[in-house]
Structure formats: structure tokens, C-alpha cells
């Protein structure tokens, strides 16, 4: 029982606008002890306000094409034009260390991260309606109006894929959606299939105590 069981590795992808890049803040800020969170290499150029090494590892096609070759990265995927990769060595030392895992990343990712890690949690963010992601994105003001059209039309695509994961996070309310999160992670420890050294582990003390009676009786 005391063995320190592997993280639980949890993707959380959604559509673009969605929300889930501010869902993802506010869990590590609420639950910061609980969660690795990722960071991803891409070969998008930052946003006002982001930082090298803190929401993405900015690197250029020649240094993230190293990356592959050097099979430095658990997946990538191409997106709207540019690269996006998870880096391996973080996220396995933390699996190991029994930390859970966070990667915020789009579906082919999300699919190929399933298919070679099966045990993976699968979330996806939605706004609760089509107008409301749209509103969001325009709203956003940070991408131009061909990037919001490129991001709608890969929603579009998106959304067919939906049924691999395991569950929906209809952000509507952001306090409430970030603690949907928290729960279903935590939910996800309990699962038997995670716990089968512990079952084990009781099932032989509890015969034990079965022998000690038994024992007891017969004296
Ligand atoms: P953005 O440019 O808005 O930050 O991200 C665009 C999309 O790329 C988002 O859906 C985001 O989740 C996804 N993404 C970020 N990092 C990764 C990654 O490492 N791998 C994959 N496959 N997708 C990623």
C-alpha cells in the first residue's frame, strides 16, 4: 500500500478558444502540489506576454526537426501551419516520480499519446455552444482574421474526433470547470484496473486474519 503508484498521465485538449488554456492556469494555481503541467516546443511565434520556456519552448522548423530526429519529443503534430511537441524526458521522469501529468495538446496528438500509452485520461473542452467558441476567438483580439477562420475550420475538424475521449468539459463557468477537472483526475485514482497492487495486498492480510482466527479457534 505504500508503494508510490505511477502518475496518472491526463490530456486535455478542445477547441481553440475554448478555454482550456486558462482551465489549465487555475488548476495548477489552485492545485499546484498535485499537478505537472507540460510545456510544449513549437515553431509559432510567441503571443504578447509569453515567455520562452514558460507556455511554449519557442524554437525554430531547424531546431524542433532536431528534435524529432533525436526522438526528443513523446509526439507532435502539425497545427495550423506549425509544429507542437510534447518533449519526453519531462513527462516521463514526473510519471515515474508518481506525479500526474498534464499535456495540454490538439487531437492527433492526443490520439497518438493514447495509442502508446493506453492508460492515458482523455479530456475535452467545449464551450457550451458553436456562436459562444466563435465570439471567444474573435474576442480574443490577439490572432488575425485568417487565423481565426484556419482555427473555426480545424474546430470543424476537431469535433469529429471528439468520441475518442473520455470525458466532456463544458466550460461555461470557469471556477466550475476547473474543479470538473480536478475531480475527474482525482476519480481517475480510483479506478480498480490503477489499484490492483493495493487490492492484492488486502485480499492477502485479510486471509491472514482468516488463518489467525482459524488458528484461535482450534486452541
Ligand atoms: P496555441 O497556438 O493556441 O497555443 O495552440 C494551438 C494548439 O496546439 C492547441 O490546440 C494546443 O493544445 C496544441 N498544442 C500545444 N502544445 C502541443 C503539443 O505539444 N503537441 C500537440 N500535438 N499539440 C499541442
Known amino acids: 500500500m505504500t508503494q508510490k503508484n505511477r502518475g496518472i498521465l491526463t490530456v486535455v485538449s478542445g477547441f481553440s478558444g475554448a478555454g482550456k488554456g486558462t482551465i489549465m492556469k487555475e488548476l495548477m494555481r489552485e492545485h499546484a502540489d498535485c499537478y505537472a503541467l507540460s510545456?510544449?516546443?513549437?515553431?509559432?511565434?510567441?503571443?504578447?506576454?509569453?515567455?520562452?520556456?514558460?507556455?511554449?519552448?519557442?524554437?525554430?522548423?531547424?531546431?524542433?526537426?532536431?528534435?524529432?530526429?533525436?526522438?526528443?519529443?513523446?509526439?507532435?503534430?502539425?497545427?495550423?501551419?506549425?509544429?507542437y511537441g510534447t518533449p519526453r524526458t519531462y513527462v516521463e521522469e514526473q510519471l515515474s516520480a508518481g506525479k500526474?501529468?498534464?499535456?495540454?495538446?490538439?487531437?492527433?496528438?492526443?490520439?497518438?499519446?493514447?495509442?502508446?500509452?493506453?492508460?492515458?485520461?482523455?479530456?475535452f473542452v467545449t464551450t457550451p455552444s458553436a456562436a459562444e467558441l466563435k465570439q471567444r476567438l474573435i474576442g480574443r483580439g490577439t490572432e488575425s482574421v485568417e487565423v481565426v477562420e484556419s482555427r473555426l475550420a480545424r474546430a470543424v475538424q476537431e469535433a469529429d474526433g471528439i468520441e475518442a475521449y473520455d470525458y466532456l468539459v463544458v466550460n461555461d463557468v470557469l471556477s466550475e470547470s476547473v474543479e470538473e477537472v480536478h475531480q475527474m483526475i482525482r476519480n481517475e485514482h480510483r479506478r480498480v484496473s490503477r489499484n490492483i497492487n493495493a487490492i492484492h495486498n488486502m485480499r492477502s492480510e485479510l486471509e491472514d486474519f482468516m488463518r489467525h482466527n482459524e488458528k484461535g479457534k482450534e486452541q
Open 100 to 123: 500526474d501529468v498534464i499535456l495540454e495538446i490538439e487531437i492527433q496528438g492526443a490520439l497518438k499519446i493514447k495509442k502508446k500509452f493506453p492508460e492515458t485520461l482523455l479530456l
Open 39 to 83: 510545456v510544449s516546443a513549437t515553431t509559432r511565434d510567441p503571443r504578447p506576454g509569453e515567455t520562452d520556456g514558460v507556455e511554449y519552448f519557442f524554437r525554430t522548423r531547424e531546431e524542433f526537426e532536431q528534435m524529432i530526429a533525436e526522438d526528443a519529443l513523446i509526439e507532435y503534430a502539425e497545427y495550423v501551419g506549425n509544429y
